[in-house]
Structures are given as C-alpha cells and as structure tokens.
Nanobody, 124 residues
Framework: QVQLVESGGGLVQAGGSLRLSCTAS????????MGWFRQAPGKEREFVAA???????YYADSEKGRFTISRDNAKNTVYLQMNSLKPEDTAVYYC??????????????????WGQGTQVTVSS
C-alpha cells in the first residue's frame, strides 16, 4: 500500500510560480515512476509530467518550458515547479504512482495510487 500526500497549492497571480510536493509512504519509492496530473472543473483529468524510475522526465506539450518535475528519493518526494502560471493552469493537481511494471505512461488508467489533490488557482 502506498499513500501519497500533496502540498503546495494555493492562489497565485498570472505569471507567478508555485512548487507542489508529493510525499509517498512506504519503501521502494525510487523504483516507481511518479506522475502529476490535473483536473479542471468540467474537464477530464490530464497528464502534466512524469519522472520515470530510470530518471527520464516527460511533459505535456503545454507545460514544456514552464513546469519542471523533480524527485528526491531520499525524502520519498516528487516535486512540480510551475513557473509563468496562466489562468488556464487552474485545476486540482494530483500526484500518482505508475503501476509497477511500466516505465512511463501519460494515461491516468495506468497509475494505481493517487494523492488527494491540491488546488492551484491562477488569477488574471
């Protein structure tokens, strides 16, 4: 069983920055690929970024250059640094753990553990 707890959301003006954190319980964190997703009201959950267990990073096209995913395996934590935020980035952000035998996926169905989400609101 893996528990994921996100933090770091909040209200920020357009152009500002936030750093989200997600801390995982349990062992073997370094062996997991971790991802960030977001869900805006009335929309489907969408992929934001992933940090694979082999050390590769992946981003949705709309976040490339603005968001950076990183991880600290010693702290069982994955981060999402978000810069140049836009009102359309407003959503609940979730971290998730990829199913064990997969290296990478951008599909929510392939992630088996999820955090409770943290709200990010970007005002114009």
């Amino acid at each position: 069983q893996v528990q994921l707890v996100e933090s770091g959301g909040g209200l920020v003006q357009a152009g500002g920055s936030l750093r989200l954190s997600c801390t995982a319980s349990g062992r073997a964190f370094s062996g997991y690929t971790m991802g960030w997703f977001r869900q805006a009201p009335g929309k489907e959950r969408e992929f934001v970024a992933a940090f694979s267990r082999s050390g590769s990073t992946y981003y949705a096209d709309s976040e490339k250059g603005r968001f950076t995913i990183s991880r600290d395996n010693a702290k069982n934590t994955v981060y999402l640094q978000m810069n140049s935020l836009k009102p359309e980035d407003t959503a609940v952000y979730y971290c998730a753990k990829l199913r064990s035998l997969l290296e990478y996926s951008r599909y929510a169905k392939d992630y088996d553990y999820w955090g409770q989400g943290t709200q990010v609101t970007v005002s114009s």
